[in-house]
């Protein structure tokens, strides 16, 4: 999942950015509002966090620009200001959720969490998809019932994989939401790692839980919610 | 007008424009009524003498017309009486001038024809401005018309109408000086309270007052009144203002003293314990900081200058807020206002009152919140319940505990509510906790309406 962080503290920007990392997102971040707006316009993103208070272009400002664009996805707001009256205005002017200043960081990510869950039709933390159950809140994978080793890439785009169940993902659209960097994009490494979750999750090949779909990307093809025999 | 700052200055002002434009008429229009009653007697006294002249004349011994002297007005026989006469016969020889032209001639050097009556100004040198009229009389067997002339003098009908004028004119500056003279006077009365308005908010300025008294006039009580309320609630701000500078010093130098200890206490420490200690500080001074931050904001105006505030809107946007917050929570928040509840005063406090109490509801519900608003003449009441578990004696009991600050006895969930019951009682409103019919807890706000305080 690719989040954009716009927040002008450098410290803060730093030291939260690290931790969104070590949570598994990637993250573009930006210092103020023109720097936020030029990489919400350039960079496919899946959540912007932004700070109100931001120079050159007001927090207030970046937002109503981004949906302006016709940009849907959520968007949280960092602010100091924790006056109801602040709090509605903020949330009539199009962002999703608001996190008052100063702020634990498990807060935010439970926050994040819920915002990309809702956002890809998911309501709860946890996401079932047939056999496959993904708790992420505690980053744990069972297959059913048996619980699986991942790795923290494997991880990820299993997440995504699942936040998506049922879409049509290209490659590019992976890479895009799990690297960071640009030049990674031509690698193999997607191809290579949908291979190995195929095998984790179907080592007996019963039930080929991703489909690839030639020249378009790969799909999650597990119906979304429990299967009818429990 | 608005160049005249003084209200003294300003009817002094109008009352002399007023009576100036009113004496000005007055006295153009008496001088007219006067000049044409004097106009009318001349004319009467012309026409008089002219047919008295007539009556008199008989022919003489050569035939002509003559007028025997001795029965003649003595005013023709007196040196400038003002009245002159003369007799013409047809061919404009005088047949006897009167002797009060001194032996001069008559100054109209003309006859009328018979039967005619001519009329004429006369401003001849020698004389005084003369009216004069001449008449023609034929007279039995004569061919020609002898003329009768009478003239008088404008002179003592000018002077007397001067003398009115200037009468008039003393009359009128008298009256105007004396009612500007009695306005002052009644001004300085009226005044007076004014005045003593002024200076008193003067020493309460000077902090040597500390609030009007004394009994203003009906027009003035309100505002003495509000002056009072204004007085009293910047009083109170400052009082408030720095209550709240002292508590939140304590409520950071406290924690900042303990971090400081602890980051010089012995390394022996495992860093883990002395960071989670440090957090705990960190923690502390947060929930303090933004408790007395909330508190202090709360701006408990006093109503002046404030207008009504719907209630509806603000809790629609309150629900559509918390909705959102909530949405995984699925809430079914009903809401109930009275239409035409209002509130006087910041509308800020007033989100800020509901928005606690409806984020609690959402918070502690099991599903469902209700939110009511009805407002009496005198008060607009405010309740928020939810059917969750409800709120502990032992909480609520600390939650009204006066003179007590919630950040010392209140868990961090409470904090909402003791801004909330501060905020309102700043209104001198009241918080109360109840039942809720859904079975969880109710909060009820009431606060007086404006003019009530």
């Known amino acids: ?230 | 007008m608005a160049l005249v700052r003084s209200l003294r200055a300003r009817v002094v002002l109008w009352v002399c424009v007023a009576l100036i434009v009113l004496f000005a008429a007055t006295i153009v229009g008496l001088d007219i009524a006067f000049r044409n009653t004097a106009d009318r007697d001349r004319r009467e006294l012309i026409e008089a003498q002219v047919l008295g002249l007539i009556a008199l004349a008989e022919p003489g011994p050569g035939g002509e017309l003559r007028l025997p002297t001795e029965a003649i007005d003595p005013r023709f026989e007196v040196a400038n009486s003002g009245l002159y006469g003369a007799l013409y016969d047809g061919n404009g020889r005088a047949l006897w001038q009167s002797l009060s032209l001194l032996g001069r001639d008559f100054p109209a050097d003309e006859v009328a024809a018979a039967g005619e009556r001519r009329h004429l100004m006369l401003d001849v040198p020698g004389f005084p401005p003369i009216e004069a009229e001449l008449m023609g009389v034929t007279w039995e067997d004569r061919p020609a018309p002898y003329t009768f002339a009478i003239g008088v003098s404008l002179e003592p009908y000018n002077d007397r109408q001067a003398t009115f004028r200037n009468y008039l004119i003393g009359w009128f500056l008298g009256v105007t000086l004396t009612m500007l003279l009695v306005v002052s006077g009644l001004l300085t009365f009226v005044l007076r309270p004014v005045h003593r308005l002024e200076r008193q908010v003067r020493e309460v300025e000077a902090g040597d007052r500390v609030k009007l008294t004394g009994s203003y006039p009906s027009e003035l009580v309100g505002l003495a009144d509000n002056l009072n309320m204004l007085i009293d609630t910047e009083r109170r701000r400052l009082v408030r203002y720095r209550n709240t500078l002292d508590d939140l010093a304590h409520s950071l130098k406290t924690p900042l003293a303990a971090m400081h200890t602890l980051l010089s206490e012995q390394r022996s420490q495992p860093a883990e314990d002395r960071s989670d200690a440090l957090n705990r500080e960190l923690e502390r001074m947060d929930q303090r900081v933004s408790y007395q931050l909330r508190r202090a904001r709360a701006s408990g105006a006093t109503g002046l200058g404030t207008e009504p505030v719907a209630v509806a809107p603000l809790v629609e946007d309150l629900k559509q807020t918390l909705d959102k917050v909530y949405r995984d929570k699925h809430v079914a928040c009903s809401v109930t206002v009275v239409p035409g509840a209002s509130f006087r005063g910041d509308p800020g406090d007033l989100t800020e009152i509901l928005g606690n109490l409806m984020d609690n509801a959402y918070k502690y519900c099991a599903g469902r919140v209700i939110v009511k608003a009805v407002s009496t003449r005198e008060r607009l009441v405010i309740t928020v319940g939810d059917d969750g578990k409800g709120i502990g004696d032992e909480f609520a009991a600390q939650l009204f505990q006066r003179g007590k600050r919630a950040d010392e006895s209140i868990p961090g969930q409470g904090i909402g509510l003791a801004v909330v019951r501060e905020t309102v009682e700043l209104y001198r409103g009241a918080l109360s906790v109840g039942k809720s019919d859904l079975g969880g807890a109710e909060l009820r706000v009431e606060l007086l309406r404006a003019g009530v305080l």
């Open chain 1, 1 to 230: 999942m690719r989040l954009l962080l716009v927040e002008d503290d450098p410290n803060l920007n730093r030291s939260l950015a690290t931790q969104l990392e070590q949570a598994g997102y990637v993250v573009d971040r930006a210092a103020d509002g023109q720097e936020g707006l030029y990489l919400a316009r350039e960079y496919p993103v899946n959540l912007a966090i932004i700070d109100l208070g931001l120079p050159k272009l007001s927090g207030v400002e970046l937002i109503k620009q981004l949906r302006a664009d016709g940009k849907s996805y959520p968007v949280l707001v960092l602010t100091a200001r924790d006056r109801w009256q602040d709090k509605v205005e903020v949330l009539k002017l199009g962002a999703d959720d608001y996190v008052v200043k100063p702020f634990n960081v498990e807060e935010l990510l439970a926050r994040i969490d819920a915002l990309l869950r809702r956002a890809t039709g998911w309501a709860q933390s946890e996401l079932v998809c047939g056999p496959i159950v993904l708790d992420t809140r505690t980053q744990e994978v069972k297959v059913k019932g048996q619980k699986l080793e991942l790795t923290s890439f494997e991880y990820k785009l299993l997440e995504y994989l699942m936040l998506h169940a049922g879409e049509v993902l290209s490659k590019t659209q992976i890479t895009e939401s799990l690297y960071e960097e640009d030049f990674e994009r031509d690698s193999n490494v997607i191809e290579v790692f949908i291979g190995r979750l195929r095998r984790k999750l179907d080592p007996e090949d019963e039930y080929k839980p991703i489909e690839t779909l030639r020249g378009r990307g790969y799909r999650l093809a597990v119906a979304r919610g429990a299967p009818p025999s429990g």
